[in-house]
T-cell receptor, first 115, second 113 residues
Framework: GDSVTQMEGPVTLSEEAFLTINCTYT??????LFWYVQYPGEGLQLLLK?????DKGSNKGFEATYRKETTSFHLEKGSVQVSDSAVYFC??????????????FGKGTHLIIQP | GAGVSQSPSNKVTEKGKDVELRCDPI?????LYWYRQRLGQGLEFLIY????????KSGLPSDRFSAERTGESVSTLTIQRTQQEDSAVYLC???????????FGPGTRLLVL
C-alpha cells in the first residue's frame, strides 16, 4: 500500500538557518503530494501541494518539488523564523478511480527554531 | 467563515464504554473525512463521506468503529466498547468536493482508562 516516510524529529535550528525536511513516498500510481503544518494549539493547515511530477509547491517561503525519479517531496526554506516552529506532515493522495480519497500521512517532524 | 469544528475537545472514558465524537464541516463542503492520530504516529485515514454516496469505510480498524453523516452536514464517529488502544486524537476534515483541499478541525483527544 501507499506510505510516506519523513525524517524523525525534533529538528532544532537557529533563526535564519536553512531548513530541509526530507520526505519520500511509496505509491502504485501518480499521487498528489502535500505538506501540512500544525502550529502549537492549532489544527492542521495545508502548507503547499504539488499534483504532478516536477511541479513545485510554495507558500510562506517554503518550497517542495515533486521528484518522481527519487519519489521525494522534500520541504525547504532558505531562512527560518521562530514562528515556523511547528509539526510538519508530509502526505499523499492517490487517485485510484475507486473513490477512496483519504490522505496517507507521514509521522510528522517537530521543528524547533531557537532565536 | 467558520472552519471545521469538533466536539468534545477532550474526552476521558473507561474501557468498555461507548463514545460518540462529533464533527461540523465547513458549510457547503460535500466531502468529510475522519482520521486518527495515535501518539508518535502519523494520521491514519478512517472513513470518508461524499454527498449521498455510500461511505468509504476502508480505513476503519474494527467493527467497533462506525460513522454516520446526515446529508452534507454533521457527522458522528462512534466507538463501541472502547479499548485502551483507541486512545488518540480523532481529526475531522472537510473539502468542497472530493479530491480538493481538505480543511482540518482541531480534533478530539480521547483517553481510554
Amino acid at each position: 500500500g501507499d506510505s510516506v516516510t519523513q525524517m524523525e524529529g525534533p529538528v532544532t535550528l537557529s533563526e535564519e538557518a536553512f531548513l530541509t525536511i526530507n520526505c519520500t513516498y511509496t505509491a502504485t500510481g501518480y499521487p498528489s503530494l502535500f505538506w501540512y503544518v500544525q502550529y502549537p494549539g492549532e489544527g492542521l493547515q495545508l502548507l503547499l501541494k504539488a499534483t504532478k511530477a516536477d511541479d513545485k509547491g510554495s507558500n510562506k517561503g517554503f518550497e517542495a518539488t515533486y521528484r518522481k525519479e527519487t519519489t521525494s517531496f522534500h520541504l525547504e526554506k532558505g531562512s527560518v523564523q521562530v514562528s515556523d516552529s511547528a509539526v510538519y506532515f508530509c502526505a499523499l493522495r492517490e487517485f485510484s478511480g475507486g473513490g477512496a480519497d483519504g490522505l496517507t500521512f507521514g509521522k510528522g517532524t517537530h521543528l524547533i527554531i531557537q532565536p | 467563515g467558520a472552519g471545521v469544528s469538533q466536539s468534545p475537545s477532550n474526552k476521558v472514558t473507561e474501557k468498555g464504554k461507548d463514545v460518540e465524537l462529533r464533527c461540523d464541516p465547513i458549510s457547503g463542503h460535500t466531502a468529510l473525512y475522519w482520521y486518527r492520530q495515535r501518539l508518535g504516529q502519523g494520521l491514519e485515514f478512517l472513513i470518508y463521506f461524499q454527498g449521498n454516496s455510500a461511505p468509504d469505510k476502508s480505513g476503519l480498524p474494527s467493527d467497533r468503529f462506525s460513522a454516520e453523516r446526515t446529508g452534507e452536514s454533521v457527522s458522528t464517529l462512534t466507538i463501541q466498547r472502547t479499548q485502551q488502544e483507541d486512545s488518540a486524537v480523532y481529526l475531522c476534515a472537510s473539502s468542497p468536493r472530493v479530491r480538493e483541499t481538505q480543511y482540518f478541525g482541531p480534533g478530539t483527544r480521547l483517553l481510554v482508562l
